[in-house]
């Protein structure tokens, strides 16, 4: 256990001085200014963003900020990358945050009952991001949404088509 522990630890750490990632420049500023080691620095902003999702005023508005700005960020840059693997996996994190946020909508009245629910979306919103094989909205896109998708999308693109149809025959007749 300990050992993982320690992987995870090591991990983290190469990510936090990763030169590539936008907050690299930010923590070494930080550390620089403080002397503190960054992953203590990071390790402490969780903390408190943790507390102040549980505790603090407008947490669903750091909920969504958090579940929102990094990635809106990074799809940025994957578009604008030669590389076409980036777009398909933040895509893919769009499509999961946008069935999740609908879902969501319906399922409003859950938020009043559950007194951590905008530090459960947050970890959730995390997981669907993080880099790594365990990464959630691919994990989801896969087990879930693809297999409904490939079962449904023929009827869902016929439905389509006719009201694209009838909108048209609405407009030619407006004219």
Not at 83 to 89: F, V
Not at 133 to 160: A, C
Request: glycine fraction near 4%; aromatic fraction near 16%; include cysteine.
């Amino acid at each position: 256990m300990a050992a993982k522990v320690m992987q995870m630890k090591d991990n983290l750490d190469v990510a936090l001085h990763d030169n590539s990632k936008p907050w690299t420049a930010v923590l070494a500023n930080i550390e620089k200014t403080t002397g503190v080691n960054r992953l203590y620095i990071f390790l402490v902003s969780v903390a408190l963003v943790g507390l102040w999702l549980v505790f603090g005023f407008a947490g669903q508005l750091l909920c969504n900020s958090i579940g929102f700005l990094y990635p809106a960020y990074v799809s940025i840059r994957a578009i604008e990358s030669p590389s076409k693997n980036d777009d398909t996996k933040w895509l893919t994190y769009w499509v999961v945050f946008s069935i999740f946020s609908v879902v969501e909508y319906f399922a409003d009245f859950i938020v009043g009952w559950f007194p951590m629910y905008w530090l459960m979306k947050c970890i959730f919103m995390v997981w669907l991001m993080i880099p790594t094989d365990f990464n959630g909205s691919l994990i989801l896109y896969e087990k879930i949404i693809k297999p409904y998708y490939l079962k449904h999308h023929s009827i869902i693109d016929t439905t389509l088509n006719k009201a694209q149809n009838e909108a048209a025959k609405l407009l030619e007749k407006h004219d």
